[in-house]
């Protein structure tokens, strides 16, 4: 059967009519767009900056995304006509491209701030035991959470705006790579009194092993979706028998311990950011797999931390 489909702008203005199958994705009711509506097509944008939404017929303000472009038209469109409203979503970047530079930040800074010591503070002085271990465990994290970009994560969409890649810059190369690791490799910094070497040893084990837990929770999403498909499923183990969002709970645990270990405000406020961050992410995670599974998503699972939320 196919569908008979009315496009619209935000002002209901039309723009024009389509018509294609209802086996058809919505990837190719894209392509379409831009090659057979005039008005889009004078834009000469591309398939990602489209943004589509299906108008409910028993109530015309309710409106559906039509969020995955690999999907069939006949799971957003039942009708044999329905409208659909238009939007240009802007400039759009992969979200592996912002991934790798948001991360590349930190090691970045590090190193820099680590080689050219003398030329940065105006004095230079030998790295205690405590700052060596912070700098294995930063580029160690960071250099992890690049490989997993590159092959670990699948990603639901491939592009996300392009103004997200300066916010999550942000985070990463000022919040951290500034605020936090400039002062904990200064020429004055004196590492806590109560700490010995043993004990930034543990603690530096500590961290790798909610690194590791991490790393497998990512793993566990990740065989949880085909490649180039969005499906989702209820991951299990590793955490997530828990918590609805494992990752983010060891990540979060990480940026404890480095500031446990460190003891520098910049690390604590990296951390308090990161969990604040994580935790509204992981209420939206949450709340869509509770919708998408209902009855059979586990009851007692918590959003991010176990038994409290």
Known sequence: MSRSLKIVDRNNKELGWVSLS?????????KTLVKDIEGIRKRKIGIERIRLQVHD??????????????KALSEYITAPQATLTFK??????????VFLVEYFGPIL??????????????????????????IGMVIGHYLKRELETLFVHRFSNDT?????????????WVI??????????????????????????????VFA??????????????????????????????GFGLVSCANYYWESLCWLVFAVQAQVIGA????????????????????????????????????????IY
């Open 109 to 134: 800074i590090t190193a820099i701030l680590a080689v050219f010591q003398k030329q940065i503070y105006g004095k230079e002085a030998p790295y205690t035991f405590n700052q060596k271990l912070g």
């Open 160 to 172: 996300m705006p392009f103004t997200n890649i300066f916010k999550n810059c942000g985070h990463y």
């Open 22 to 30: 209802a086996s058809d994705t919505v990837e190719s009711l894209k």
């Open 209 to 238: 092993f909610f690194e590791f837990l991490n790393l497998m929770s990512h793993i566990t999403l990740r065989n949880l979706r085909r490649p180039g498909s969005s499906e989702r499923g209820i991951p299990k183990g590793w």
């Open 88 to 97: 240009d979503i802007g400039p759009q970047i992969s979200w592996t491209t």
């Open 176 to 205: 951290f790579g500034f605020v936090n690791m400039y002062f904990f490799l200064h020429p004055d910094y004196t590492a806590p009194a109560w700490a010995s070497d043993t004990c930034h040893i543990i603690l530096a084990g």
């Open 268 to 307: 604590y406020v990296f951390f308090a950011v990161s969990t604040v961050q994580m935790m509204a992410w992981a209420a939206k995670k949450h709340k869509k797999y509770r919708e998408d599974f209902k009855d059979t998503y586990p009851r007692g699972r918590k959003i991010m931390f176990p038994f």
């Open 57 to 70: 017929n028993a109530d015309p303000r309710k409106q559906t995304v039509l969020a995955d472009r690999r």
